[in-house]
């Protein structure tokens, strides 16, 4: 009997250590896939300092190299269709410099000046269509804009590009649908072009935008036109590019380009939260907070961002800051079903960049600890990302294993043992045996956590309690 239930408990221990070792095993192969990190963002508390490409660039290259999306170009493609583009992307711009470059364009169209005109004018749109923020707010700017792209558009035309003057009153079209087109300010022959392109364009089937934003307060605009708070459905669209331009009171806002097909329904979801937060720029792509207590969000922003573009499982998100006179790069590992952090790490960037910051992408891809990186945060100790235990804390866990069972074996004997009370023939005398057993057993425990303390760390070890009348085994930490 008592020899059955030593078996049974030998056996689900051997089990339990197989499993432990089996799952740890597993979870060291997923955090050490490079293929789990999908792309990796900055992250700046304020304007982003003026040296950070010298001083991330290296990084950033490091994380490429081990096929990562880290470079801007890479990242955006990864945004997929729909980036959120920051509302003023030439912050030195103003409304009144659009104003007088449109206005010039005009009067070269008017002048018979056609080159000039459309080299101005497709210039000034370039950028109108950058900076969105600067006009939406001004409705007398509507008439400008309209006259400045019959003006493009008819100034193409004379110059033979009928495809490009085609695609531009198409644009004028989509922008003011209804908006007159007058004779005696254009001339029959251009009223007639127009006239042409529409009825061509009104033949083709329309689609229907859908626009919701998280933010209630949000006022959404579709090609500078206002459209709703909120959310907005806007049916009867005539088919081709449309830009919508997302703005909380007190933000920047955020353009957004959208596809609208003939037929279909297209929709547009903006996590205002996240998207208000994500710079995006041919330069750089990353996070901007106002504060330092704003950036604790990090995490979870992050992971929100890659769960719904791209499906990433990690992605990595860096930082630079000045430490005693020296750029120092934080680079964090964060988990995107939860936006838990895996593990984070800094390095101190000296005169040869790339071989100061190369253990940082190391670290993070796979957990290699080298020198150079302080580590700030790792989920799992180096020991236990070994595909192998140390031999001398194999050694730990089979002794303290092997005592743990030989002291619960004293215990059963002695809870086993009968008084001789004169009222039976025979009766059961094991506690001497239980007592044996379990001053071996304690020592073997004894033994095996000096090895494990020898030989492993502080953060994972076994526990052993003997208390009065119990006694509890358990282990601290992974096992």
Request: glycine share 10%; with cysteine.
């Amino acid at each position: 009997m008592i020899g059955s239930s030593l078996l049974v408990a030998i056996s689900c221990l051997a089990a339990l250590m197989l499993n432990t070792t089996t799952a740890r095993a597993d979870s060291v192969r997923q955090r050490a896939n490079p293929a789990d990190v999908n792309f990796v963002l900055e992250s700046h508390v304020g304007s982003r300092p003026g040296d950070a490409d010298r001083t991330i660039g290296p990084v950033l290259r490091q994380f490429a190299a081990r096929g990562y999306r880290a470079t801007p170009s890479a990242v955006i493609k990864q945004l997929g269709p729909h980036v959120p583009w920051p509302g003023i992307q030439d912050p030195d711009l103003t409304i009144e410099n659009l104003r007088q470059q449109i206005e010039g364009g005009y009067n070269a169209w008017s002048t018979g000046e056609f080159k000039t005109a459309v080299r101005a004018l497709t210039d000034t749109f370039a950028l109108l269509r950058r900076n969105p923020a600067l006009i939406v707010v001004d409705t007398t700017y509507q008439d400008t804009v309209f006259k400045g792209l019959v003006a493009l558009g008819l100034s193409q035309s004379r110059l033979g590009k009928a495809q490009d003057s085609e695609r531009t009153l198409r644009e004028l079209i989509r922008t003011f649908p209804s908006h007159p087109f007058p004779k005696s300010t254009y001339g029959s022959e251009a009223e007639t072009f127009y006239r042409a392109v529409r009825k061509t364009y009104e033949a083709e089937s329309r689609g229907t935008l859908r626009v919701n934003v998280s933010d209630p307060k949000a006022v959404v605009f579709v090609n500078g036109q206002i459209r709703g708070m909120g959310k907005t459905a806007t049916a009867d669209l005539f088919p081709g590019l449309y830009r919508v331009f997302v703005q909380v009171p007190s933000t920047m806002g955020r353009l957004y380009e959208v596809e609208v097909k003939p037929n279909d329904e297209t929709e547009l979801a903006v996590d205002w939260e996240v998207d208000s937060a994500l710079f995006v720029s041919s330069t750089w792509v990353g996070f901007q907070f106002a504060g330092h207590g704003a950036r604790g969000a990090e995490g979870r922003l992050a992971a929100r961002l890659a769960q719904t573009r791209g499906n990433a499982k990690t992605v990595v998100v860096l930082g630079v800051a000045q430490l005693q006179g020296k750029a120092t790069i934080t680079g964090t590992l964060y988990r995107t079903d939860d936006g838990a952090m895996i593990r984070s790490g800094t390095v101190t960037v000296e005169g040869d960049g790339p071989a100061s910051v190369e253990p940082l992408a190391a670290f993070l891809v796979d957990g290699e600890q080298r020198a150079g990186v302080l580590v700030t945060r790792d989920e799992a100790p180096p020991s236990v990302r070994a595909e192998a235990p140390a031999p001398r804390r194999g050694l730990a866990k089979l002794v303290v294993g092997a005592g743990a069972l030989v002291l619960v074996t004293g215990g059963v004997l002695f809870a086993l043992d009968q008084d001789d009370d004169g009222s039976r023939f025979k009766y059961r005398d094991t506690a001497p045996l239980g007592v044996a057993l379990g001053a071996v057993g304690a020592a073997a425990v004894g033994v095996g956590l000096y090895l494990w303390s020898r030989g492993g760390t502080r953060e994972s070890r076994p526990l052993v309690a003997i208390g009065r009348g119990d006694l509890v085994l358990g282990w601290h930490g992974q096992f």
